[in-house]
């Protein structure tokens, strides 16, 4: 192909329209929302890059699916198509259905974990941690060194580090029940994992008789990145190396609303027979019964076809290329991102875009706030109030200060990601008179979905 435009592989058949609102509009709603982007109300932002979980459109074939759907209640056609979707990729014998992903970690850690085990991964998403820590037991985050430096350039910052994997084990005899591999690493940038790593953390878990399971989220384009980063991939359809990604592993975790393309929905899949069977016991209990598992049979339609069309190359060509586009324009005019570009999101590095903001003024929530004001775009702040505030009260800084904007799935264009840049050139322009914020008045458990805030000093931005 002799032509350079990477194109969005798909045409728009229905519209949702999005609502320009002023500059003062936007201040009226930060203040009514109290300097908090949870709390607006998602029509009055302009392009909406909080997620990328269920947030994306649907194809003409997956509504065409979901017209299919078949609701009885045990045996339901849908249930064996959304399983032979899901066993084409993976392999594995059991797939339970859920209604999201952490549906699938509860299930799995209710079974598998007790009270003191320890499970390593490269980073634990935040679900996950919560969901092993509420069975007393530990998560380990052990990824590689280069995962901790956010300017390093490095083709596979999201694998595990497979000396600590082995000597967790071997330090812990009996307590690691299972080790996990999150593919990408969402909360450690949306980096990839090799398949070399993934292979040889599978022999070293075997070895000492470990199960390994994939959070496999985004499998997709961890396999995009295989596929154009890896030596002996390049020929290889993401389908196959999806396969090959499963075929190292004893089970999964899925939330369908990320690389399943649909708006619910997710999956624990596994092969041992009497885990599976405690699991589709507790599955019973709390989601449903094993053919539906929480999940709208139209639901289970519309995963099934979003696991084939997110492993096309086309789709994933565009994908992959939306975010790193973005994070070219940023690199090109000076703004620190963790580099290289996730698969799903760019992160700003707002400590190195604000230095002169300390940390007990949250630069990342106060860049939050006024990419909302000054160009009506929401991410998320991944820093110190999301993860500052400590099990006994006090505060500690986070490591990074971090804003995410995360891509929903084929929603926007290049033209909304031409917007997205030059309203993040034009507040790196400012960014000398931007002003931290402080806490007014915040829960003790994650804080940052309610809490209220205000500005530090008379404004968020200074004449
Ligand atoms: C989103 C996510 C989960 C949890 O899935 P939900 O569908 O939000 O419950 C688990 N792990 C990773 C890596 C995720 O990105």
């Not at 931290?436 to 940052?448: A, D, M, W």
Request: aromatic share 8%; glycine share 8%.
């Amino acid at each position: 192909m002799h032509f350079k435009t990477i194109i969005e592989p798909f045409r728009i058949k229905t519209v949702e329209p999005i609502r320009q609102t002023t500059r003062a509009e936007r201040e009226a709603a930060l203040q009514k929302a109290g300097y908090n982007l949870f709390l607006l109300k998602a029509e009055d932002v302009l392009i909406d890059l909080l997620t990328d979980s269920g947030t994306g459109a649907m194809s003409s074939n997956q509504w065409a699916g979901m017209m299919q759907g078949d609701e009885s209640y045990a045996g339901a056609r849908s249930f064996y198509k959304f399983e032979t979707a899901v066993r084409e990729i993976t392999s594995l014998k059991h797939v339970i259905p859920t209604h999201q992903g952490r549906a699938a970690e509860r299930i799995l850690f209710g079974a598998a974990l007790k009270p003191g085990d320890i499970v390593p991964n490269n980073t634990h998403f935040d679900t996950t941690r919560a969901n092993i820590e509420y069975r007393q037991a530990a998560g380990l985050d052990i990824p590689v060194a280069e995962a901790h430096q956010p300017q390093l350039d490095h083709p596979f910052k999201g694998n595990i580090d497979l000396d600590r994997l082995e000597q967790t084990i071997i330090d812990n005899p009996g307590k690691v029940p299972l080790a996990m591999i999150t593919v990408t690493n969402n909360s450690g940038g949306g980096q990839p994992v090799s398949m070399a790593n993934i292979r040889a953390a599978s022999e070293i878990c075997h070895r000492h008789g470990v199960p390994l399971f994939l959070d496999s989220c985004r499998f997709a384009e961890n396999a995009w990145f295989i596929k154009t980063r890896e030596e002996g991939y390049a020929d290889k359809t993401p389908l196959a190396i999806a396969q090959e990604m499963f075929s190292y592993v004893d089970g999964a975790t899925m939330s369908a609303k990320k690389d399943g393309m649909a708006n619910i929905g997710g999956f624990l899949a596994l092969n041992d027979d009497a885990l599976a069977a405690q699991c589709k016991t507790m599955l019973i209990l709390t989601e449903g019964f094993p053919t539906y598992g929480g999940l709208a049979g139209y639901d289970l339609e519309a995963i099934a076809v979003g696991l084939h069309e997110v492993l096309e190359e086309d789709y994933l060509r565009y994908r992959i290329r939306s975010v790193a586009y973005l994070g070219d324009k940023l690199t090109a005019a000076g703004i620190p991102i963790v580099q290289p570009p996730g698969g799903h999101a760019i992160y700003i590095d707002a400590k190195g875009m604000l230095p002169h903001i300390p940390p007990n003024e949250y630069p990342a929530w106060a860049l939050s706030l006024v990419l909302y004001l000054e160009g009506g775009i929401r991410s998320v702040e991944i820093g110190s109030v999301m993860f500052g505030l400590q099990p006994d009260g006090s505060e500690k800084p986070s490591a990074m200060e971090l804003v995410r904007l995360a891509f929903p799935r084929r929603m926007y264009t290049q033209s909304h990601v031409d917007y997205l840049a030059e309203v993040l050139l034009y507040v790196n322009s400012l960014k000398n008179r931007v002003r931290g914020v402080k806490i007014v008045e915040s829960p003790n458990v994650l804080r940052h979905f309610s809490a209220i805030l205000e500005p530090a000093h008379s404004k968020l931005i200074m004449d």
